[in-house]
């Protein structure tokens, strides 16, 4: 039996949990029975380490909705790959790949859902309603998700799978060589605590709530170490804090990371300061690693941290409350062995190899007609 052609379309595939997700999932599912490819809107980071890891991608570079020509390019090239499955990621790439796949004829289409956005944007769910006929499930990345988007859409149960997330659990070990290199090479005193925010740098992720809580806790004279590891739209906004030493120059801007393995290591806890998340990945790497955190109380975060057990959670847009919550995780080192040791047994349930076992058993029913 030949293998079932699986096609991946995401927006971008710049940094973000998204894409990282879509290059976890897409070079594992290779082998006999999936022959796996990404296509994406637009390139980035991501394109080249899936080409290095063997996976065929192909980059339409679309240049705005209304790039015509390039989108048609899309519905040949699922012809011409005689794709069986087209899986999509993120709202446009779904646009995109919804309308191209019912052009080229394309057997069963998915489409993975990954935030319950807070923003209004109806037309989002009133577009989900019109074409759900063309999509046969839609993935959520967590309960939370799948909740928020069913009751705004008023789609049946039925259409809905939940698919978590999932990370190479074991291979977020405290690397003490790392550790001791990166810690040194920032200047972090021994025995200082050290927190890291992990993410991209933008509006939802919630960058500005941090940047406010530790200019609170430094005019307070109780400044925090804190690593930055990310890039995006507010990254002037954080270099601009850091060069001013707004907060008494304890903040470290470290730009994108392509592996954070080295950051976790070097750090005692996460800040996860998002005002909406679906399935944090950078929350499961921290776990993975054994560290507590402190994050917002919002959807997709409650699903995978236990407040009080592997995180403190604070309502999000609110600085003080992350910073006094930061400042006890500083302040308590039981506090942070007994949280961290309860997230690293609590990372075993959301494993790569979960994720990818999941997706095959989805694939493998749609293509049996169940």
């Known amino acids: 039996m030949p293998p079932t052609r699986v096609c991946q379309l995401i927006t971008e595939l710049g940094p ?3 894409e990282r997700s879509v290059y976890e999932l897409s070079r594992r599912l290779g082998g006999r029975r999936f022959a796996v490819q990404v296509a994406a809107l637009r390139g980035g980071v991501f394109a080249d380490r899936l080409t290095e890891a063997g996976v065929k991608v192909t980059v339409l570079g679309v240049r705005g909705k209304w790039d015509l020509p390039k989108l048609a390019g899309l519905a040949g090239m699922l012809r011409r790959e005689r794709i069986d499955i087209l899986h999509t990621h993120l709202f446009h790439a779904d646009l995109a790949g919804r309308a191209a796949s019912y052009f080229a004829g394309t057997p069963h289409l998915v489409h993975t859902v990954r935030t319950a956005e807070a923003r209004f944007r ?3 769910f009133a577009f989900a309603r019109l074409l759900a006929r063309r999509c046969e499930r839609i993935v959520c990345v967590s309960p939370s998700v799948r909740s928020h988007h069913a009751r705004k859409s008023g789609l049946p149960a039925s259409r809905y799978t939940v698919i978590p997330n999932g990370v190479d659990v074991s291979s977020f070990g405290r690397d003490q060589e790392a550790r001791d290199r990166l810690r040194q090479q920032w200047g972090i005193e021994p025995g200082r605590v050290l927190g890291a925010y992990v993410g991209r740098l933008s509006h939802e992720k ?8 530790m200019r609170t806790l ?3 004279g109780r400044a925090a170490d804190m690593v930055i590891a990310g890039d995006g739209p507010l990254g002037a906004t954080v270099r601009q804090f850091v060069s001013s030493g707004q907060g008494e120059r304890r903040v470290r801007w470290l730009g994108f990371v392509p592996d954070v393995r080295g950051v976790l290591s070097a750090a005692d ?5 998002s005002r909406w998340e679906g399935c944090p990945v950078a929350l499961v790497e921290a776990m993975a690693a054994g560290l507590p955190a402190v994050a917002s109380r919002v959807a997709g ?3 995978l941290a236990v407040e009080g057990r592997t995180a403190l959670l604070v309502p999000p847009e609110d600085p003080t409350a992350l910073g006094e919550a930061m400042r006890r995780l500083i302040d308590d080192a039981g506090l942070r062995a007994r949280l961290g040791a309860a997230a690293s047994q609590r990372a075993g349930e959301f494993s790569i190899e979960a994720t990818v076992a999941a997706h095959e058993h989805l694939y493998d029913s749609l293509v049996a007609g169940q």
């Open 16 to 18: 973000g949990g998204a």
């Open 122 to 124: 109806p037309w989002q």
């Open 206 to 213: 919630g960058i500005d709530t941090l940047l406010a809580a």
């Open 218 to 220: 430094a005019a307070k």
């Open 269 to 273: 806890f996460l800040v996860m300061p």
């Open 301 to 303: 975060v409650v699903d």
